[in-house]
């Protein structure tokens, strides 16, 4: 059974920078699609970013060069650098994992992270 759990979250200055991490278990990490959505209150979940099993990324137009993302297959992990975060970035973060853009996945719990302006 995959599990996906977070960590990282937290309270910080606009401006600054957090480090979300995510570690998986319960199968074979590599051949997953590794991926970090969030959830602000009252809005939809959106995709923040996406790491393909080959290392090609995606992200969405609001993270464009304040965000990266990052994979490592021997650890099992898939982290989100947040640098310059603004207060809208303010949201519930969650973890991803999925075998085909398609299809859901798996979740974590989320984190929680509040930017203060």
């Known amino acids: 059974q995959v599990q996906l759990v977070e960590s990282g979250g937290g309270l910080v200055q606009a401006g600054g920078s957090l480090r979300l991490s995510c570690a998986f278990s319960?199968?074979?990490?590599?051949?997953?699609?590794g991926g970090w959505y969030r959830q602000a209150p009252g809005k939809q979940r959106e995709l923040v970013a996406q790491i393909s099993t080959d290392g090609s990324t995606n992200y969405a137009d609001s993270v464009k060069g304040r965000f990266t993302i990052s994979r490592d297959n021997a650890k099992n992990i898939v982290d989100l650098q947040m640098n310059s975060v603004k207060p809208e970035d303010t949201a519930l973060y969650y973890c991803?994992?999925?075998?085909?853009?398609?299809?859901?996945?798996?979740w974590g719990q989320g984190t929680q992270v509040t930017v203060a302006s």
């Open positions: 319960g199968g074979r990490f590599s051949i997953y699609i």
């Open positions: 991803n994992v999925r075998l085909r853009t398609y299809l859901d996945g798996y």
